[in-house]
């Protein structure tokens, strides 16, 4: 496959502010790319060194084995942007939007640009100061999609949106992704996410700390597993197995976190009586917020 | 080459700029249509008779009485440039900082159009949005003539040139400093106050021997502060002003190359 996204080493400060540092990653194409993080983490400063709106202090980046910051204009002809605030111009239509930005990247067929406006029910004749958000937002999702760009940067692009269209969205983000194209989507929305990218990157405090496939990282996931014996069972009875944490031990009841293997655990659990056992699949959820707030040590990519 | 940011922009601005229009239409009827009643009132000359510095302040240097001197000091010399750069400077600095702080420069400058392309489809709207204010001007003007108030076309077209320029000018300049800073605020701020020493400079530097030499710094000068409305626009004022506006320009284009855009 080839890479659509090279970014390594990138850095951006701005003086006083942080702002990334050392981030690297690739993006294929035809793939989902996840870019998640908390607030404030380096999303959005990521996303505009990569469109060429930021200069970046060092290191490099290629889109399309372009620098966006030397030959912008090679790069926007292929890419779709939606923006994480996204601002119309609230005085036009949201018709007016479209007409003039296709005109701008000269687009003549606007046959799949009115199938999206229907797609998604796109209010075009009011203006934009008197819309909703979420219908500003579905302009804007067929401003980043009406071109049928080889590259998709959308940031936050489901906020504001009702359940029923953020399916929607979903949808044709697996359509674009089937035609080969590449989509690098920024999100809050972890089920979101867990939808639909192939692999991801978290940023947090500007530092990418991990890169990895949704299956992987659901495998590195810790597993909670809950035993009942037949006794009083102590703790301590657990000690020494690698990848596997007691997280609470109340007489004959005990809750383990599990990142390794399990063979070794339950033959520990058999020679102690069990009489039931309790397994939850791997919280995706509660691995992302751990990132989150701890940025788990070192960053690492798989 | 494609025009879409200086029709987006030129439609935003279409309303105002139809306000302003109007508005120093009447204005200039107005004035056109009371020279008739002041051309007789000496009293009003006397203002001017000895150097006033109060009547310099109001870009008054000659009889008042005069066709030329009713117009400039009414008009041409303080009220026009004045409405000229509230419409080129409000232009200026909100076409690249005002819409980078309200965030739709963003969407701009993703579509595949380069940036200089950008600031100049942007001067391109300055230019464009002086226009109608300085023809209607002219327009009104020229009626004078039903009204006693007659001046050469040619002057006329010299004074309507040099104040759309100098118009033009202050807008570039609120552009490029507006690319530089990024802040609206700044560049509307720092081009009034440039505006504004421009003016004093050019209105009071012939009652103040000291600062005739300055009038050469002086934009107000090489457009309406040197009798223009009398004698025409020199080729040297006229190429000060256009290469004033150009140097701006290019100057904002290469500032916003290096512009971080929200």
């Known amino acids: 496959m080839t890479t659509v996204v090279s970014v390594t080493a990138l850095t951006r400060s701005f003086g006083q502010r942080r702002g990334i540092t050392d981030v690297t990653f690739d993006v294929t194409g035809g793939e989902v790319f996840g870019f998640l993080g908390p607030n404030g983490a380096g999303k959005s400063t990521t996303i505009r060194l990569l469109l060429g709106l930021y200069r970046p202090t060092s290191g490099q980046m290629r889109i399309f084995d372009l620098d966006p910051t030397l030959g912008p204009v090679a790069v926007h002809r292929r890419v779709g942007y939606l923006p994480g605030e996204l601002v119309l111009y609230p005085r036009l239509t949201g018709r007016q939007h479209l007409d003039r930005f296709a005109s701008a990247r000269r687009l003549t067929d606007h046959r799949y640009r009115d199938e999206l406006v229907e797609r998604f029910n796109a209010e075009l004749d009011r203006p934009v100061r008197d819309l909703s958000k979420g219908n500003r937002q579905k302009i804007g999702l067929v401003l980043a999609f009406m071109h049928r760009p080889d590259l998709l940067v959308l940031d936050e692009p489901t906020a504001g949106l009702d359940p029923l269209l953020q399916d929607e969205f979903c949808q044709l983000v697996r359509e674009t992704a089937a035609t080969g194209r590449t989509v690098f989507l920024s999100s809050h929305d972890l089920d979101e996410v867990q939808r639909l990218v192939d692999r991801l990157a978290i940023i947090k405090d500007g530092r990418i700390v991990v890169t990895d496939t949704v299956d992987g990282l659901r495998a590195a996931a810790p597993r909670t597993i809950e035993f009942r014996f037949a006794a009083p069972v102590a703790p301590s009875a657990f000690d020494g197995l690698d990848g596997v944490r007691v997280v609470r031990g109340e007489g004959p009841s005990v809750v383990v976190s599990v990142t390794g293997p399990l063979g070794p655990l339950l033959s520990r659990a058999a020679a102690l009586n069990p009489t039931e056992l309790t397994a939850r699949p791997a919280d995706l959820e509660e691995l992302f917020l751990s990132y989150y707030r701890t940025g788990q040590g070192d960053s690492y990519e798989q | ?262």
């Open chain 2, 1 to 262: 080459m494609n025009s879409d940011v200086l029709r987006i922009d030129l439609r935003l601005r279409r309303r105002g700029t139809c306000w302003y229009t109007t508005g120093i239409a009447i204005y200039t009827l107005v004035i056109v249509a009371l020279y008739p009643s002041f051309k007789n009132d000496t009293s009003l000359d006397q203002l001017t008779a000895h150097d006033s510095t109060v009547a310099a302040l109001f870009g008054a240097n000659g009889p008042l009485t005069t066709p030329t001197g009713w117009l400039n000091a009414n008009l041409y010399a303080n009220f026009l440039p004045l409405i000229l750069l509230l419409v080129t400077t409000g232009y200026g600095a909100a076409s690249l900082a005002g819409q980078d702080e309200d965030g739709t420069l963003g969407l701009i400058a993703t579509l595949p159009v380069s940036r200089p392309t950008i600031v100049a489809q942007k001067a391109l709207a300055l230019v464009i949005l002086a226009v109608p204010l300085s023809v209607v001007t002219l327009a009104c003007a020229f009626a004078g003539r039903g009204f006693q108030l007659t001046i050469s076309t040619s002057d006329l077209l010299a004074i309507t040139a040099g104040t759309l320029l100098l118009g033009v000018d202050f807008g570039a300049i609120a552009m490029l400093i507006g690319a530089l800073t990024a802040s609206r605020s700044a560049a509307v701020g720092i081009t009034a106050a440039i505006a504004a020493t421009s003016y004093l400079i050019a209105t009071l530097a012939p009652v103040v021997p000291w600062l005739h030499p300055a009038r050469y710094g002086s934009l107000f000068y090489y457009a309406v502060a040197n009798d223009q409305l009398a004698h025409g626009l020199t080729l040297l004022s006229a190429a000060v002003l256009v290469a004033t506006g150009l140097a701006a320009t290019l100057g904002a284009a290469r500032a916003f190359e290096r512009l971080d855009i929200h």
